[in-house]
């Protein structure tokens, strides 16, 4: 969908809106954790997010990809930024052909800055001169396809000392654009007087200011110099004596931006671009700050993020255990036809691709493992990893980055069921017809009511899943699919039959099914499970404590999902199978 036609529903509604900017990552680690940070950050209700390009297109190929996974796994509307700097015709046709078949509608136009290791800029023989010269090259070969973006300078360009022949450029530029986004700026007053005199010119398009939290004292000092950003003496005054606590400084960053934020607000700006810088925390606590929450429609569609690709756009349902892993998902399903739509139709249809590939595989460096999960060398230390990261007190596990939001209110139980050695890896509580608006589980178009079931899914050694099998059986309500590395299944489901494990009723529409638990899917995903704690294992030297009780657990354990289909019990019912 094109930027505006978001920014036109937005003001229709009479309220905020905002938009985030991320830059390419230097390293394949780095690249897995923002593809991550952007799922999360998926929760804030950006509009739209951008990736920048790089001077000459030297990330090119990398902007490319991040914006496609943007829009094919987070469900984010992508915009991808084009320079023209040292980029020959044939480079930005190709841009231009790659971001269309990704299903990207959206450019911002850009000149861009001289390539790295040369401190002028000069246009080559077979590019573009000016950020327009691009703006209306893709108009030529794309006629309205691409909603296109340009920058705007609040406080003039810093290469054009001519303040108003370059305000004269910028409002051409802006004439035959769609819409813009401006160069920072930390003197409100300034981009409050520059937007009426825009508009007193003729321009009509969305203008959105760039908003930069102050992250660090060095950073924010060397960007303000090289962009010639006015800085107000208040601001400095305020950083100076706090510059060598980097607390500090990023606290006093965000209630800046909140501040700034408000003042824009009450000269009746409603859209704001933060430039992020691939950091998430600061950009939460302003947009808290602002009380900007997005409506449940826009923030939480479905209980996944739906993707954005073209041939995913009808997509509804998919199966829960690519939960925390949903790039693995996309990956492996994109070589489907056609994928669900309402119902998860024939559980013999679908045929996952192998899990080769960085999308399976640990998101963090042999370095950081160590550091985040340090030695453990017994079940009992594994147990003990477990326990901490559902109470909160370890950031991730191979299986997942977070425990979801949802998912709270059984910290608890969880932390108790892996103290016991049920080492749990997914999981939900019941749900009896909460208002689709309900901050925790809410999700969908308002007016409807929302259910789940209570799942559990586990890792348990033979001899305790032979007694929890005598368990489960005793509970007519409870289905249950367990599997090994080798891949012996044991199951008390009699049907091929998908269950549904979340589902909504909204006005005018049938029920809509989104999650579901499904035996063939749980059979591919258990390669992946696995192959986990293979990857965590290889981490440590051959023969050591570590590698052998995490191989042992791997050859050994089963993997284990149960539900509780009597989704009116309370949200502790289901863990009473561990007691």
Avoid at 436 to 453: A, E, L
Wanted: charge should be negative; include cysteine; glycine fraction near 6%.
């Amino acid at each position: 969908m094109k930027i505006t036609k978001k920014i036109e529903k937005a003001l229709a509604d009479d309220r905020c809106f905002w938009s985030f900017e991320y830059f390419p990552p230097k390293t394949e680690t780095g690249v897995i954790n923002l593809f991550d940070r952007m799922e999360r950050m998926y929760a804030l209700g950006p509009e739209f997010v951008d990736v920048t390009w790089g001077a000459g297109g030297a990330q090119s190929e990398l902007t490319l990809q991040i914006c496609t996974t943007a829009q094919s796994v987070a469900g984010l509307e992508t915009c991808m930024h084009l320079t023209c700097t040292n980029m020959p015709r044939d480079k930005i046709d190709w841009a231009l052909k790659n971001a269309k078949e990704a299903g990207i509608q959206n450019i911002l136009a850009l000149r861009g800055d001289p390539p790295h290791g040369h401190s002028d800029w000069k246009a080559i023989d077979t590019g573009f001169a000016h950020a327009i010269d691009l703006v209306r090259y893709i108009r030529e070969q794309y006629g309205n396809f691409f909603c296109i973006g340009v920058a705007g300078y609040p406080e003039g360009h810093v290469e054009n000392p001519d303040a108003e022949a370059d305000f004269a450029h910028f409002v051409e530029k802006a004439k035959i654009a769609d819409y813009c986004v401006t160069q920072l700026f930390y003197d409100c007053e300034i981009y409050i007087n520059w937007l009426a005199k825009v508009r007193a010119a003729g321009v009509t398009i969305p203008i959105l200011p760039g908003i930069m939290p102050i992250q660090m004292y060095g950073g924010f000092k060397r960007m303000t110099a090289l962009s010639k950003t006015h800085v107000p003496p208040e601001i400095n005054a305020a950083l100076d004596p706090i510059k060598d606590n980097d607390t500090a400084v990023k606290q006093f960053g965000v209630q800046l931006a909140i501040d700034m934020c408000r003042k824009l607000q009450a000269a009746g700006v409603k859209g704001f671009h933060f430039y992020c810088m691939n950091l998430e925390k600061s950009v939460r606590l302003i947009l808290e700050g602002l009380q900007f929450v997005a409506p449940i429609e826009v923030a939480k569609p479905l209980p996944w993020n739906p993707s954005l690709a073209k041939n995913r756009e009808k997509e509804s349902v998919r199966p829960i255990f690519w939960r925390n892993r949903t790039r693995s998902y996309v990956l492996r399903t994109e070589s489907w036809d056609d994928f669900p739509n309402g119902r998860w139709g024939d559980s013999r249809s679908p045929a996952y691709g192998d899990i080769g590939g960085y999308a399976v595989s640990l998101k963090f460096t042999p370095e950081e493992v160590v550091k985040i999960w340090g030695t453990p060398e017994s079940e009992n230390d594994i147990r003990k990893l477990f326990s901490a990261f559902c109470s909160g007190n370890l950031p991730a596990l191979p299986w997942c980055d977070q425990l979801a939001p949802e998912s709270e209110p059984i910290k608890k139980h969880l932390t108790d069921a892996n103290m016991k050695g049920f080492l749990t890896i997914n999981s939900q509580p019941a749900v009896n017809g909460v208002e689709s608006t309900h901050q925790r589980f809410g999700w969908g178009p308002r007016n409807g009511f929302v259910y789940q079931k209570a799942y559990v899914e586990f890792f348990v050694a033979p001899d305790a899943l032979d007694k929890l099998i005598v368990k489960l059986s005793r509970n007519p309500f409870v289905t249950y699919y367990a599997v090994n590395k080798q891949g012996d299944l044991k199951t008390n489901v009699q049907s091929e039959g998908p269950n549904a494990v979340t589902w909504g009723v909204f006005p005018g529409q049938e029920i809509v099914q989104p999650t579901v638990v499904d035996g063939t899917s749980f059979m591919a995903w258990k390669d992946e499970a696995y192959e986990l704690w293979n990857q965590w294992a290889r981490v440590y030297p051959p023969n050591s404590k570590s590698t052998q009780v995490i191989q042992h657990i791997s050859d050994t354990w089963f993997l284990i999902n149960v539900v509780n289909n009597n989704y009116r019990l309370d949200e502790a019912a289901i863990f009473e199978i561990f007691n």
